[in-house]
């Protein structure tokens, strides 16, 4: 595969006429919004319109706003690239490339079919459109590849969607496998101005020169991961790789395991994956939902521009907090009670918690009722309760038939034949018939369900004592608050919450309000860093999926939370089973310069000496900078390196790394120093030097990083080299270590300057 490329000063030949295609794109894509735009004054309707005619209505104008969605490009580039097919290479099936709603392609030369009418209706500028260069060999199809499906006004493709079974060469094609290409060309673009041009020929043109490692388009990728981040992730919709290029295409049914070390693009790769799967399943899809968990809100955060940049906006950003509703969340557990509340044999205490609240009287129930009284032996309430535990699907759904059983034992307990409903009506506000009904069975929340059995040793014994040791039950115990509406709960909680709130059901008042015992369930589930997701949470996402359709991306060596799996095995035994799981691997490190991930490498061999770093595609840079102080000179010395480092870093980032027990005082430190910065914890990454506590890095990419006291980190973190290798391996150009303890033994001084 022969290599030509022309960044920089060295203009291409062609560079003119592929500016003046790209212009003529955006005059397209221009005249495609004005068009979606007018398309609301055709739906309009009067006052009083039928209701039949105000719901069209507000359909149409979702599928109005979503086009203008995705026609609204901001300053992200429309065109990348193109590709140039063989004369005799059948080109693949396009499969309806216009956002699944147009014409299939039937030429790559739109423009040059624009007729006069089209210029004539306004929707083009006059003038001819310009031709397109000549694809190479002189009688293949070209197709320009893009952010968006852009045609003309005579429907003739101008740029083919990314997504689009035709664009696949371009991410795919290689010089053992050219899937029919004679000529593949990336572009490098600034808004609308196109820069420079690489060529990539296939076959005999090829020659034999130029590299054949499997990477595609190799300078515009490495200017895009030379640029300086912003603090939010960019989309690589024109760098996608093969091998990311083949996840994001892969089948939607089943589950899909991503392994990927770090700077492999798995968390940018997953999200791609869910733009094409609702470009190619627009329905279902779109109706029942795409859903993508991250680990922390400082996460999503990060990444929250990359699917509307890519004309997806409808899709579901959460953590897991997100999914339960009606409580506070904050913090975390200490690690015991952490991995209690993570463990599958949660499922049985709650189960038994449940059982627990669904008690006979201890003695019979006698009420008064006009001249006479009513009553309700043990017995009778015995009995009810059984037959209510055979009949209820949930708990709270059960209250009904214990409540109906009571007011049927009480009217036949009468010396005269009475109405059950009278019965009711008259006596279900009384408080002893309400203290029978709470005591039988009482209506419970979720958080009321855990307020009162964490506020209570006996009640925690009760309920796990054959399943959890007594040390595991202590850990439970905490102190109830004054009412159920004051408690914060924590992350490790939520799981155990919506375990909780699938054993109850919805309450009376919560169904009156909307709320149903079923729940939310979405058609794709993406779960990023899903390697310290713990059972009972695992388990919570396997309850939303519709289908069983996920994709589970992460990092086995970056495993370092209280539920450190050792291998995906762990993780797909408690995933959906509807279809056998698929795995895929990402192997390239495209993001960490070599140096510093020869450094990580070394401390990914004593983390977990069975996963194989990533090969770095950037082999050059800086090596890693260690500098050793007294204890008493460290958040200084901090600063002066962080002041250093961000000199060098020019506009890019930077990201002081710290054990969670350090955040403040390194954040004292800078502001002392005169450093204007951020901290994770508050203001996310919106601040060009941030200090973020160890444990909410991971997913993150920084252009420059300063990792402090690499051995507190090992001490302080329940997987403390894994989260020392995640810490080394977050800088895209400059790494910085700043300590004062001994560094642990994998990183010796050796390969690194001080």
């Not at 590849?145 to 795919?172: C, K, T």
């Not at 627990?356 to 009420?367: A, F, S, W």
């Amino acid at each position: 595969m022969g290599l030509r490329r022309t960044w920089g000063t060295t203009l291409h030949p062609e560079l003119e006429a592929e500016q003046a295609y790209i212009d003529f794109a955006y005059e397209c894509l221009a005249a495609a919004r004005d068009r979606a735009s007018s398309l609301r004054t055709m739906v309009e309707v009067g006052r009083g319109g039928t209701e039949q005619a105000r719901f069209e209505r507000e359909v149409i104008f979702d599928s109005i706003a979503q086009r203008l969605g995705q026609l609204e490009l901001g300053d992200a580039t429309l065109c990348f690239g193109r590709i140039d097919t063989e004369p005799e290479a059948a080109a693949p099936a396009p499969g309806g490339v216009v956002n699944g709603h147009g014409p299939p392609v039937t030429n790559g030369h739109g423009p040059a079919a624009a007729t006069d009418a089209a210029r004539a209706d306004g929707a083009l500028p006059a003038g001819p459109p310009p031709a397109p260069p000549g694809p190479a060999g002189g009688a293949g199809d070209t197709f320009y590849i893009g952010r968006v499906a852009v045609s003309d006004a005579n429907q003739e493709v101008v740029v083919v969607d990314w997504r689009a079974p035709v664009a696949e060469p371009f991410y795919r094609a290689t010089g053992r496998s050219p899937m029919g290409l004679a000529r593949r060309r990336h572009f490098a673009t600034r808004g609308r101005r196109l820069l420079g041009i690489e060529d990539e020929l296939f076959g005999e043109r090829a020659l034999g020169l130029g590299r054949d490692d499997g990477i595609s388009g190799h300078g515009a990728l490495i200017a895009a991961l030379e640029t300086a981040r912003s603090g939010r992730l960019g989309d690589i919709v024109a760098t996608i790789q093969g091998e990311q290029d083949e996840i994001i295409r892969a089948p939607m049914p089943g589950v899909l395991v991503v392994q990927g070390g770090p700077g492999t693009g798995k968390t940018v790769v997953a999200l791609h994956r869910a733009a094409y799967l609702l470009y190619t399943h627009r329905f279902p899809l779109e109706d029942q939902g795409v859903l993508v968990i991250g680990p922390n809100r400082l996460f999503l955060g990060y990444i929250e521009q990359v699917l509307p940049s890519l004309g997806e906006a409808g899709v579901q950003l959460a953590v897991l907090a997100d999914l339960v509703d009606t409580v506070a969340v904050r913090g975390r557990d200490d690690p015991l009670p952490a991995r209690v509340k993570g463990d599958a044999r949660m499922v049985k205490v709650l189960a038994k918690a449940v059982r627990d609240r669904k008690r006979p009287l201890r003695r019979d129930l006698v009420v008064g009722y006009g001249l006479t009284h009513l009553r309700l032996t043990v017995a009778q309430s015995e009995r009810i309760v059984a037959d209510a535990r055979r009949r209820a699907r949930h708990h709270n759904g059960g209250r009904r038939f214990v409540e109906q059983g009571v007011w049927e034992a009480l009217a036949d307990s009468a010396r005269t034949p009475v109405d059950p409903g009278e019965v009711r009506s008259r006596l279900r506000h009384t408080p002893e018939v309400r203290e029978a009904l709470e005591r039988m069975w009482p209506v419970l929340t979720p958080a009321q369900l855990l307020h009162d059995l964490y506020g209570s040793h006996a009640l925690l014994e009760l309920a796990g004592r054959r399943h959890l040791s007594d040390e595991e039950v202590a850990s439970l115990v905490r102190p109830r608050s004054e009412s159920v509406e004051a408690v914060t709960w924590t992350v490790d909680d939520v799981p155990v919450l919506d375990e909780a709130r699938a054993l109850l059901g919805a309450t009376p008042r919560g169904r009156r309000n909307g709320d149903t015992d079923d729940l939310r369930t979405y058609g794709h589930i993406i779960v990023d860093e899903a390697q310290d997701l713990s059972p009972m949470q695992l388990r919570m996402l396997t309850r939303r999926s519709l289908n069983g359709s996920m994709t589970v991306v992460g990092d086995i060596a970056q495993s370092t939370g209280a539920w450190a799996h050792a291998s995906w095995d762990e993780v797909l035994d408690l995933l959906p089973e509807r279809r056998p799981p698929r795995r895929a691997e990402l192997t390239v490190g495209y993001r960490i310069p070599g140096p510093n991930m020869a450094l990580a490498a070394r401390v990914l061999a004593e983390a977990a000496p069975e996963i194989s770093p990533p090969q770095s595609v950037r082999e050059d840079g800086r090596d890693p900078h260690v500098v050793q102080v007294a204890e008493a000179d460290l958040a200084a010395q901090v600063a002066a390196t962080t002041i250093t480092e961000l000199a060098e870093a020019g506009t890019g980032n930077l990201g002081v790394i710290c054990p969670g027990s350090l955040t403040d005082r390194v954040s004292e430190a800078l502001t002392r120093a005169g450093v204007d910065h951020g901290v994770a914890l508050t203001q996310g990454l919106s601040q060009q030097v941030t200090v973020v506590p160890v444990n909410m890095v991971k997913g993150l990419e920084l252009d420059a990083t300063v990792v402090v006291e690499p051995a507190l980190v090992v001490e302080e973190e329940p997987q403390g080299m894994r989260s020392l290798y995640v810490a080394l391996t977050r800088a895209t150009k400059l790494l910085s270590v700043v300590h004062a303890l001994p560094l642990p033994a994998a990183m010796a001084p050796e390969g690194a300057t001080a």
